[in-house]
C-alpha cells in the first residue's frame, strides 16, 4: 500500500467524458489499495478563456484579481472529478490551493511556494478518502490572498504535495507516453526512455522537450521526489526521473541495463538569433550590450563572439523569438553609446542538443556529433556546451535532418517508429 | 458621505459589456463620495452551464463537491468587476464568501447564515478600496468547506452584509424599476410604487411577485436593513421597502403621499389545485391527509373544506405544480387508510391576492374585491385571507383580466402603461 500523487493537465479534464475517464483511473489506483492524491488542472482552454475575458474588462488586469479568476478554473474541474468519483462509489474530497496549505510568496501571476502544510489532506486520507487538489495555485499567508504558480503550475503542484506528504510516486500524466529519446514527431524513430537522471531531464527540458516543466523537475530534484512522467490514454509504464542517488523503481525486473552515455537529442525551433555587427573591440562593450539585453527582459541563452583583425567584433546571441523585438529596439536606442555598426536578426535558426551524463565519463561524445553533422553537410552556427550537454545552432530548415543523423549516430534509434498521440504533450 | 451595500445580478454582468457598465455605475458612486460594498451575482447563465457539467459527471453530484462548483461561478463574475474598477483608476478588491466572513452552517446547497465577520471588508474599506464580494456563498468554520445559499442567495448577501457593515441602504439593482402595485406584464397600468413596508413586500413576494427574494427580505426585515429596488439600466430612483418604524429617505423630499390602503395586487399562475373527494365526515381526517401531504414535501398553501350534509366531505387545498404531482401519489398510496372516495388534479387554476397593511384599520377592503370580481363575472373558489392579505384562487384563464379589474377597483391604475425591460426581474 503506496501514497501515490497523480497530477492530470487540462487535455486530460478537457470535458465531461475525459474527466470519468480519468476518475475511473484514480479509482483503479485506489482499488489497487494505495493512498491517492491528485492534482488536477483548469479543463481544456479553460485558463485562456478566463484570460480573454479579463482582457475584454481591463487592458491590464490588477494581478491580484486576476489570479482570483484564474484560480477558479481549477476549482470548477477539481470540484467535477470529487463529484465523478463519488458516483462511482468512491469518497473524494476536494481542495483548492489554500485549503490544501499550498503557501507561497506574494508574486501574483508567478507565485513560488514557501511552505506546504498538507493537514486537510492528512485528515482526508486517514479517513480513507481520494484528494483532489487544485493544481497551479495557492495563498499567500500576510496579505491572506490567492495566488497562482504560473506556467507548469499544476505539475509543481503535484510534486510539492508528493513532497509534503512523502508519497511514494508523483505520476504526472499527459497524453504522452513519457520521456523519449527525441521528440517522435522530429524523430520517428525516438524511443521513449525506461528512466532518466533528472540532471539530464533538466538539460533536455532546457533545451526543448516539452513533457515536463523544468520547475517541477527542479522541485522533485531538491526535495528527493520520484517522478513517473506517463499518458493518460495508456495503460502502460512511462519514464521514471530519478534524482542523486534514486534507485529506478524497475531494476529488480531487470529492466535497467548499462546506463547509455546519450540520454537523448533535444531540438528547439524557438530561438532568434542577434548579431550586434561592428562592435569596437576594446573591454567592457560586451558588458553593455547584455547589460542592454536583460534589461530589455530578454532571456540569452547562447553567445559566440568572433575573433577581431579590424579592431572590431561581432557579437552574436540567441533569444527566445517573442524576447526578440524589445532587444533589438533596446539595442538600436543606444546604437550610439554603444558605438556598434548594425544589428542583424534571423529568425530561421534551430537550435540541437546532445544530453547525456555519460559525457562526464566517456570522451569523443562531441566528436560523434561533429562527424555526424559534416557527414550529413550541415553547417554549424554556433556551438555550446555543459557539463553534460552539447548544443549547435543550426539553419532552422536543417534541424530534423541533423537531428535524425545525431539520434543514429548515438545508436538511440528504436526498432519501429514511436506511436504519437494527439495533443500536444502538456 | 454614506456606506452603500450594491447587489447585482446574473443579468446585470452577463457579459464583458454588461461588467464594464456596472464597473461605471459602482465607480460614479465611489466619485460621490460613498463607501461601496458589491455582492455580484454569477455571470449569466454560469450557474445552470456548471450545474449540467455536474449532472454530467454524476447523476446526483455530492452536495459539498456542487457547492464548491457553484461557488466558482461568482468567484469569476467578481475578479472581472473587480479588474474593470481598477482599470478606471479606482482601488478595488475581491472577496470570496470565506474571505469576507460569510459564516454558515453546513447545509451544503441551502446554507443558512450563522455570523457575518467582515474583519477584512472593514480594513479594506479604510484603505479606501471598493470592496467586491461573492453572492451566493459562504463557509462553515466547523468543516471549513464552502457552502452555498440557495435560490436567492445574492440578494441574502448584499442585505447581510448591509446589516453586518451597518450600512445606510442596501441597493438591489435587477432589470426591472422597482417594485410595482402589480406585475406590469399582467397590468400594463400598473405604478412603481415609492416605497412599501417589509411586511406588505413579503406577502406580495409569498404570492407571487418575483423582484425581490423573501429571505432577503425578511433578513432585511429582522437586521433593519433599508432596502432600494432598482434598476442597473436606469438612474432613476427605484423603491424603498421599509421597515417596522422605518422612515422614507424621499419624505423629506414630500415625495412621500398619505399611506394607500391597499399596496399591490399579486397574480400566482405556479400553483395546482388538488381535491381530496368523499372523505369521511370524522374528526382527525384533515390531519391524516395533510400529514400524508407533508410527507410527500409537497408546500401547501391555501385549503377549503366544504360543509358536508352527506357524512362525507371534500377538501381541497393548491400546492406548487411542481409538488403537485408527488402529493397526488402519496395520498393515492394511503386512499384505503385514509378512506376517500377519489382524488381530482387541477393546474389550471390562478391566484390573485391584493396586499395592504390598511386593511387593518379600513373596512370594507375585501368588499371592494369582491363586488369587482362578481360586476366582472369571475367566479371565486378558494378564498384564504391573513391579517394584510386578502386571496382568491379563480380559474387561470380568468386571472389577469380578474386582476386588471381589482387594480383598477383599488384606484391603483397609473396614468399610462409601464414600461417594461427585457428580462425576468432577476
Known amino acids: 500500500m503506496a501514497l501515490i500523487v497523480q497530477k492530470y493537465g487540462g487535455s486530460s479534464v478537457a470535458n465531461a467524458e475525459s474527466i470519468k475517464r480519468v476518475a475511473k483511473r484514480i479509482v483503479d489506483t485506489r482499488r489497487a489499495g494505495h493512498d491517492v492524491v491528485v492534482a488536477v488542472s483548469a479543463m481544456g482552454d479553460t485558463t485562456d478563456e478566463l484570460l480573454d475575458l479579463a482582457n475584454e474588462v481591463a487592458p491590464i488586469p490588477a494581478p491580484r484579481e486576476l489570479d482570483m479568476l484564474l484560480s477558479s478554473g481549477e ?57 483532489i487538489v487544485a493544481g497551479f495555485q495557492g495563498f499567500n499567508r500576510d496579505t491572506r490572498d490567492i495566488t497562482t504558480l504560473g506556467r507548469g503550475g499544476s505539475d509543481t503542484t503535484a510534486v510539492a504535495l508528493a513532497a509534503a506528504l512523502d508519497a511514494d510516486v508523483c505520476e504526472i500524466y499527459s497524453d504522452v507516453d513519457g520521456i523519449f529519446t527525441a521528440d517522435p514527431r522530429v524523430i520517428p524513430r525516438a524511443q521513449k526512455l525506461d ?67 546519450v540520454a537523448g537529442v533535444a531540438t528547439d525551433f524557438s530561438q532568434a538569433k542577434i548579431t550586434v555587427a561592428g562592435v569596437p573591440d576594446v573591454p567592457g562593450k560586451a558588458a553593455e550590450i547584455f547589460k542592454i539585453v536583460a534589461k530589455s527582459g530578454a532571456n540569452v541563452d547562447m553567445i559566440v563572439q568572433n575573433v577581431s583583425a579590424t579592431g572590431r567584433t561581432d557579437i552574436s546571441f540567441t533569444v527566445p523569438k517573442a524576447d526578440a523585438a524589445g532587444a533589438l529596439k533596446a539595442l538600436a536606442g543606444e546604437q550610439t553609446e554603444v558605438g556598434f555598426q548594425n544589428l542583424v536578426h534571423d529568425d530561421q535558426i534551430g537550435k ?44 532552422g530548415d536543417d534541424l530534423a535532418e541533423a537531428a535524425r543523423t545525431v539520434h543514429t549516430a548515438y545508436g538511440l534509434d528504436g526498432e519501429s517508429d514511436a506511436t504519437i498521440h494527439a495533443g500536444t504533450g502538456r
Open 195 to 261: 528512466h532518466i537522471s533528472s540532471e539530464e531531464m533538466l538539460e533536455l527540458a532546457a533545451n526543448g522537450a516539452k513533457v515536463l516543466y523544468i520547475r517541477a523537475v527542479e522541485y522533485a530534484r531538491r526535495h528527493g521526489v520520484l517522478i513517473h512522467a506517463r499518458s493518460t490514454f495508456s495503460s502502460s509504464e512511462g519514464t521514471y526521473v530519478l534524482g542523486e542517488g534514486m534507485k529506478n523503481p524497475r531494476e529488480a525486473e531487470g529492466a535497467d541495463m548499462e546506463e547509455p552515455i
Open 75 to 131: 476549482r470548477i474541474s477539481m470540484a467535477l472529478l470529487a463529484m465523478a468519483i463519488h458516483s462511482m462509489g468512491f469518497e473524494a474530497r476536494s481542495f483548492t490551493g489554500s485549503q490544501a496549505g499550498m503557501i507561497t510568496d506574494s508574486q501574483h501571476g508567478a507565485a513560488r511556494i514557501v511552505d506546504v502544510t498538507p493537514v486537510r489532506l492528512r485528515e482526508a486520507l486517514d479517513e480513507g478518502a481520494i484528494v
Open 352 to 395: 540541437l542538443s546532445v544530453v547525456g551524463a555519460g559525457m562526464r565519463t566517456h570522451s569523443g561524445v562531441s566528436a560523434v556529433l561533429f562527424e555526424a553533422l559534416s557527414a550529413g553537410g550541415i553547417n554549424i552556427e554556433m556551438i555550446s556546451t555543459s557539463e553534460i550537454r552539447i548544443s549547435v545552432v543550426l539553419r
